[in-house]
Every structure is written in C-alpha cells, then in structure tokens.
Antibody
Framework: QVQLQESGPGLVKPSQTLSLTCTVS??????????WSWIRQPAGKGLEWIGR???????NYNPSLKSRVTISVDTSKNQFSLKLSSVTAADTAVYYC???????????????????WGQGTMVTVSS | SYELTQPPSVSVSPGQTARITCSGD??????AYWYQQKPGQAPVLVIY???ERPSGIPERFSGSSSGTTVTLTISGVQAEDEADYYC???????????FGTGTKVTVL
C-alpha cells in the first residue's frame, strides 16, 4: 500500500529556508486523481494545513503562509517537496506530508480527506 | 480567516457515548472530515464526507451534520479511544483547508 516518508534537516537557522521532501512508496505519485499536501503541528498545538500540489504542478497555499511557501513535485522520483522561507521560531513544528483527496466537482472545489500520512518530521528553528 | 470551533475537552466513562462538535459557517456547503491523533503519532482518518467510515475504523465511530455543526460520535467508548480529535473542512471557496481547534477525549 502507499506510504509516505518525510525527510530533511531537523534544525534550521532563523531567517533561512526550511526544505523538506516527501517520498511516496508503494504506488505512483501520478496515479489516481490525488493531490499531495503538507501539514504542520507545533508542539502541544493543533494542525495547520500549509498547501497542496497536483502532479501537473498546480498548487494551493494557505493564505497565511502563501508569501513564504513553495511546494514542488518531481514525478520521476515519486517525491514532492516543501520550501518555507524566512523562518522564525514560530515555524518550529512537526511537519507531515499527506495524500489529499481534494477535487474540483461540477459545483466547484471540494475539500478531500487526508487518508494517508507520513510519520512526521520535527523541524526546530534555532540559531 | 475561517475557523472551525471544537470544545477543548470531552470526558466520558468507558461504555458511554462521547460527542464532539465542530462548528463553522461554511459547513453546510463543504464536507467535513475527522481525525484521531494519539501522542507521538500521525493523525488517522476516522470519518470522511461528514458521515462515511473508512475501512478498518470501528463501527462505534460515526459522524453527522446539521447546519453549521458537524458531530463525531463515539458509541461505547473504549480506553483506546482516548486521543485528540480534529475536524477538517474548507472555507466557502472549497479550496483552502482548515482544521478545527481540536478536542481531547479523556476516558475516565
């Protein structure tokens, strides 16, 4: 079955760019009509959706993070990636990647389920 | 920005019923989803499209929707159901996902 695995540095300095990659295994990132999302969770706090990408490269970003976020996809490697620029201590969190069933129906865009998640990776922003 | 509001905590005795609400203005228009998260683990989808249950999720988990509120019901609560629960949906455009504030379920 499809599995997701996050990877990347666990420590990032303030003002620098956080970079993470999610590797999809057990299936092709291009199969089905799935989008692929990033979600984060500061310690002891709730979940925050960061953004999503489709294999065509089409993206949607959380408006509160849009100016700092870039999500990209590499179908040849079965991976998608997150870059978050100008990080501060407030960006310290566990970062998850997830499969996203978002879709565009006749009535318009519809949120979908995050049915498969990676295990999460802790990223600390500190000098 | 759009918000989904949940009660911070719900306490329930084993075998009883736990109900967790999630309120948001766009819920009449957008589907809601529910996740269970245990300490140190990734969230797990327990309800999708308001009331559908994924395979492998026990029947004691159910979902319902009424107006601007969706509800996750856990019938016959077991000790293993103690966890944080989050609802998820989108704003009125349907494009931007939002998670609820989260509810800690304690089994007494």
């Amino acid at each position: 079955q499809v599995q997701l695995q996050e990877s990347g540095p666990g420590l990032v300095k303030p003002s620098q760019t956080l970079s993470l990659t999610c590797t999809v295994s057990g299936g092709s990132i291009s199969s089905g009509s799935y989008y692929w999302s990033w979600i984060r969770q500061p310690a002891g706090k709730g979940l925050e959706w960061i953004g999503r990408i489709y294999t065509s490269g089409s993206t949607n970003y959380n408006p509160s993070l849009k100016s700092r976020v870039t999500i990209s996809v590499d179908t040849s490697k079965n991976q998608f990636s997150l870059k978050l620029s100008s990080v501060t201590a407030a960006d310290t969190a566990v970062y998850y990647c997830a499969r996203d069933s978002y879709g565009i129906a006749v009535a318009g865009p519809q949120p979908g389920a995050f049915d498969i998640w990676g295990q999460g990776t802790m990223v600390t922003v500190s000098s | 920005s759009y918000e989904l509001t949940q009660p911070p905590s719900v306490s329930v005795s084993p075998g009883q019923t736990a109900r967790i609400t999630c309120s948001g203005d766009a819920l009449p228009k957008q589907y809601a989803y529910w996740y269970q998260q245990k300490p140190g683990q990734a969230p797990v989808l327990v309800i999708y499209k308001d009331s559908e249950r994924p395979s492998g999720i026990p029947e004691r988990f159910s979902g319902s929707s009424s107006g601007t509120t969706v509800t996750l019901t856990i019938s016959g609560v077991q000790a293993e159901d103690e966890a944080d629960y989050y609802c998820q949906s989108a704003d009125s455009s349907g494009t931007y996902n939002v998670f609820g504030t989260g509810t800690k379920v304690t089994v007494l």
